[in-house]
């Protein structure tokens, strides 16, 4: 058994090796890790914008999401999510379990590995997406 367990533990980090991780240069291309997020279930979508507006979320329906809302600078970034069915949350709002939709503020604290810029951080969780275009209204003061 100890032999299987070694072998075990040298097996699992190279089924992880070729995935890559940390920044990104300008313009690199996404590639989705082989294993342990496989690309029927999870994706990546980015959109930067500059001023207010409005960003079509793609889901696949079936699992969660999550809405980050990250500022460029130290100015404040709030987004009101409106899913299919019309449920809004608002900036103000923090949603709830009962809903489906929370929102969640992040410190400057818990992102200063990830060498972020500094302004405003806040994530919307939508526990269940149905297969759906999600909006997000984001004003950019």
């Known amino acids: 058994m ?7 533990l040298f097996i699992a980090p190279l089924t ?3 995935d890559q991780a940390g ?12 294993a342990h997020a496989p690309a029927s279930v ?7 914008v500059s001023r207010s507006a409005s960003v ?15 500022s460029a600078d130290a100015r404040p970034v709030r987004a009101r999510v409106t899913t299919p069915s019309g449920s809004v949350l608002q900036p103000s709002e923090r949603g709830s379990a009962d809903r489906g939709l ?12 990830l060498d972020l810029p500094r302004g405003a951080h806040e994530v919307v969780h939508v526990m269940e997406t149905v297969p759906a275009t999600y ?4 004003d950019v003061p």
């Open 2 to 8: 100890k032999t299987l367990l070694i072998a075990s």
């Open 56 to 70: 079509d979320v793609p889901a696949a329906g079936g699992s969660g999401m999550i809405i980050w809302t990250i």
């Open 102 to 113: 929370r929102r969640f503020d992040i410190s400057p604290a818990e992102t200063r590995e």
């Open 23 to 34: 920044r990104f240069g300008a313009g690199s291309a996404y590639e989705a890790p082989a």
């Open 16 to 18: 992880f090796a070729a």
């Open 135 to 138: 909006r997000v209204d984001v």
């Open 42 to 48: 999870s994706r990546m979508f980015v959109k930067a």
